[in-house]
């Protein structure tokens, strides 16, 4: 009797310790070496085709609608000759503590066991506030039901749904590809090794400024490059805990910046 | 066969009523606006039931708002935004309003049921009634009673004296 | 009539004292047959009115909301990070609206304000009508609309229950029982009126209010039970009040944007809230004094005169709110916060608006204070005007202004809401205006039996 009451104590605890799962299965986690980023902008590119992203046209750019799940901030700094420029790409962080998931009201985004940050596109309703509190505004909205004109529609990715009009979208660490290494590795009975997975994003980097990795494995790359004295996540004062991570730029004057 | 009192004053109507309860006669009181106060003062506090329903209403509500929030967060465990499943103050709005709701809606069946509502039986008794006058209606009085009654009622200032038939 | 002024000579001046609050001189008969007159005597110009509303419900509400559901929310003028527009600024405007009513009806109930009693069903059906018109705004707002019924926990196959951790659902649960015990309240307090105008009334209406009215028959222990249940629903619905706009704040209030994650959203909003409604409330007993003169013998200048002193008393709290709003953000002194108030109270046109809205909530209910201007319809008329515009600019200024200057600059885009936005604004009040006008039409807006009670109870000995 006092062993079922001290289980049942035991679960209940487990459920309230915050994120109630005690370990991941994986912690996917993104590094982006800010250093090598040139901003190209291939990964934006790679990231439309991967993930049927609809092109939106110049007039809806205008209006701030445009699609991309990753893009390159560019912030100029200084005058004329004297000029900088930083780049650095923006995709969703995957926060484990995101401001996103407690405003769904409908389960549609919340946080599976790789850590990662997923939105079930059957389930929104579009109630916009996981993109009102998402403090990267990386949630993007289908505000129509796109059309690909006649060739183009050849070109969709099979693994990736097309979302339909009214839901909201996001950049999912290409979840699609690392479902399907995880399957591969479960079939030949060994765990996801490293570079297994590779999102779209950090194939097309011809940089290699972009490095995809699971960080709950000690010998993959991004457990290493995480001990960086440049580390550092964007916003993190806002307590969010976001899961990518970026290695600050080095200027010629030896200042690192943000 | 019933008799019935019109009355436009309150007080004569109280002042009929106290002498038809001394005669020993069971009366109902009609009126265009609630004279609660006045009755109370002139036979005393009755008892209403409804706080009780009332109060566990609420109770339920709480409970109810408890238990769908929490039973929710039991059966689709998604941790979400890094909180705990079991999240008591999110958990405590939702049961706030329950609490109201289910209060306000147990008060309303209550209501209906003391008020004995709805019931399309009987009418009011004359539509003075029920705009401009006080009725004082005794119920079920045989033929050599009316008399009797009649008297009492017209002279404690009754402005009318109706025959009511049984339908 | 209306406004009774007794006047009192001191060493030859005369002092003119406060309007009364006297309905002595009006008999039970009479209210009855007055109500019933303002219900059935209706003239051609009502119904032009009415087909007018009716049509412009259609052409700028119904239709551009069909337009907008057949196209999606791109006809809107949202953009990336400007995801909450007009609509959500219009949800939240009227759920103030809808606030006074229940609290005029509630709290000076369980007070038992006398004045509360010819004015308490017009602000309970103001409440009932803008608590639809903020249904239908959370239904505009959602980009799939024709799925709302999934943020409601019931059995079903998607075998997913809601999520009650999230404020929206804070909101569902909020102005559900909102909209439930609004609907109780006014219908409980019309059962005896229905029961009593059923007496005089003929053919369909005889019939409806026979039906409405429950067999109501107005004994004595009906009336104590009915005492009893309305006082128990006053103490619900208080609470309440105040809960469902402070958790409608919270939807802005839980989350970290800049401008939107400030503890002093619940009073504030709560505050705001009973201000705009206050303002509705004495806005549609002044239109309805004007063209149904026989309610000036019900709302009479006592109404205004205590109105005024309530909104007076609101405007100055509120602007006290407002102070502490942008003090709060200041002495946080972050980079967003000073970015967020750099945008709102310094660059054009949100400066303009932001001064607009200082001088509509702040400056002109400060003329309250003058007694002649209390009693003066047209000048109550124009404060309430400008108290509801102050309040949907102030929504306006935080719901949009907030999300255009959220962290990354690189995404800070500004919004300007597109006609569709817009028409359907309009069109909302006009669908109020309709509704608000097909109902006094059919049922008592003044309290029958209340209105008996402020005139008194008949008593041949006096009191």
């Known amino acids: 009797m006092a062993g079922i009451f001290d289980k049942v104590k035991d679960t209940l605890n487990s459920y309230r310790t915050p994120g109630y799962f005690k370990k991941l299965d994986h912690k996917w986690t993104m590094v982006v070496d800010l250093d090598m980023c040139n901003g190209c902008g291939a990964c934006v590119a790679g990231c439309y085709a991967e993930n049927n992203l609809p092109v939106v046209g110049k007039e809806d750019c205008g209006k701030s609608r445009a699609f991309s799940w990753l893009r390159i901030e560019r912030y100029v700094d200084g005058e004329y000759p004297d000029v900088k420029v930083k780049f650095i790409p923006v995709m969703c962080q995957h926060c484990m503590k995101a401001p996103c998931e407690i405003g769904c009201p409908v389960y549609a985004t919340y946080h599976n066991q790789d850590g990662l940050n997923v939105q079930v596109y059957n389930r929104c309703v579009g109630t916009f506030t996981c993109a009102t509190y998402c403090t990267y505004d990386v949630r993007r909205f289908n505000w129509f039901s796109y059309k690909w004109p006649k060739p183009l529609d050849q070109q969709l990715n099979p693994d990736v749904t097309v979302r339909e009009m009214g839901v909201m979208e996001k950049c999912t660490f290409c979840i699609q590809r690392i479902t399907a290494a995880k399957d591969k590795a479960k079939d030949e009975g060994r765990g996801v090794k490293d570079g297994e997975v590779l999102p779209a994003c950090c194939q097309s980097c011809p940089t290699n400024a972009l490095v995809f990795g699971d960080l709950q494995d000690p010998e993959s790359r991004v457990a290493k490059m995480v001990n960086n004295p440049r580390k550092y996540r964007l916003l993190e004062e806002l307590n969010t805990d976001p899961s990518v991570i970026y290695l600050k730029r080095v200027m010629n004057d030896g200042k690192s910046e943000e | ?167 | ?463």
């Open chain 3, 1 to 463: 009539m209306a406004n009774q002024k007794s006047s009192v000579g001191i060493r030859g001046m005369e002092i003119k004292t406060l309007p009364k609050h006297d309905q002595s001189h009006i008999s039970y008969r009479e209210i009855n047959e007055d109500i019933l007159r303002f219900m059935t005597q209706t003239g051609p110009g009502y119904y032009i009115v009415l087909g007018a509303l009716f049509l412009l419900t259609i052409l700028l509400y119904a239709l551009p909301w069909a337009y907008q559901i057949y196209t999606g929310q791109g006809v809107t003028g949202l953009n990336v990070p400007v995801f909450w527009g007009v609509y959500l600024v219009n949800f939240v405007f009227w759920v103030g609206v809808a606030h006074a009513g229940t609290l005029i009806s509630a709290m000076l109930y369980i007070t038992e304000t006398p004045w509360r009693r010819a004015i308490a069903r017009g602000a309970e059906t103001m409440t009932l009508f803008a608590l639809v018109i903020v249904t239908f705004f959370v239904f505009i707002h959602m980009g799939r609309p024709w799925n709302f019924y999934w943020s409601f926990p019931y059995p079903n196959t998607r075998q997913l229950w809601t999520s009650f951790q999230s404020p929206l659902m804070f909101d569902v649960f909020a102005i559900g029982t909102y909209f439930t015990s609004s609907v109780i309240f006014l219908y409980f307090g019309m059962i005896p009126d229905l029961a009593s105008l059923r007496q005089s009334s003929t053919g369909w209406r005889k019939s409806l209010y026979r039906v409405m009215s429950l067999g109501w028959r107005g004994t004595d222990r009906q009336w104590h039970m009915h005492g009893k249940a309305c006082m128990f629903f006053s103490s619900f619905i208080m609470p309440l009040v105040v809960s469902v706009h402070s958790i409608v704040s919270w939807d802005f209030a839980l989350s970290v944007v800049p401008g939107y994650s400030k503890t002093v959203f619940a009073p504030y909003f709560v505050t705001g809230a009973l201000l705009s409604g206050f303002a509705g409330v004495l806005l549609m007993l002044t239109v309805i004094r004007w063209f149904f003169p026989i309610m000036k013998k019900y709302v009479t200048a006592y109404h205004f005169d205590r109105i005024g002193i309530i909104i007076l008393v609101l405007s100055l709290t509120w602007s006290y709110c407002t102070l502490m709003e942008v003090v709060t953000g200041l002495y946080a002194n972050t980079s967003q916060e000073l970015e967020h108030l750099k945008f709102k109270l310094l660059t054009p046109p949100y400066s303009y608006l932001f001064v607009l809205m200082i001088f509509s909530n702040t400056l002109v209910p400060l003329s309250l204070m003058i007694r002649k201007i209390r009693s003066c319809e047209i000048g109550m008329f124009f404060i309430c005007i400008f108290v509801l515009i102050g309040m949907w600019l102030e929504r306006y200024l935080i719901v949009p202004n907030s999300l255009s200057r959220k962290f990354l600059p690189w995404m800070w885009h500004d919004y300007f809401p597109s006609w569709v936005e817009v028409s359907i604004t309009v069109g909302a009040v006009c669908f109020f205006i309709f509704m608000f006008m097909a109902f006094i039409k059919i049922f008592p807006v003044v309290s029958l039996f209340e209105v008996k009670e402020d005139a008194g109870i008949p008593m041949k000995k006096g009191h």
């Open chain 2, 1 to 167: 066969m019933d008799i019935l009192g019109l009355f436009k004053h309150a007080d004569t109507m109280l002042d009929a009523a106290k002498r038809l309860e001394s005669a020993g006669y069971a009366f109902t009181v009609f009126s265009p606006v609630p004279l609660v106060h006045e009755i109370d003062h002139a036979f005393g506090e009755r008892k209403s039931y409804i706080k009780y329903f009332t109060f566990f209403g609420g109770l339920s509500g709480f409970f109810t708002g408890t238990l769908l929030a929490l039973g929710t967060a039991a059966l689709y465990v998604l941790p979400r935004g890094g909180r705990p499943i079991f999240f008591i103050t999110p958990t405590l709005i939702i049961s706030y309003e329950t609490t109201i709701l289910f209060g306000v809606g147990i008060t309303l069946l209550s209501f209906f049921l003391f008020a004995g509502l709805p019931s399309f039986k009987k009418d009011v008794p004359s539509p003075e009634a029920a705009i401009d006058s006080f009725g004082l209606l005794v119920d079920d009085i045989r033929e050599d009673e009316f008399v009797k009654l009649e008297k009492i009622l017209k002279e404690s200032g009754a402005d009318e004296v109706k025959r009511v038939e049984e339908e």
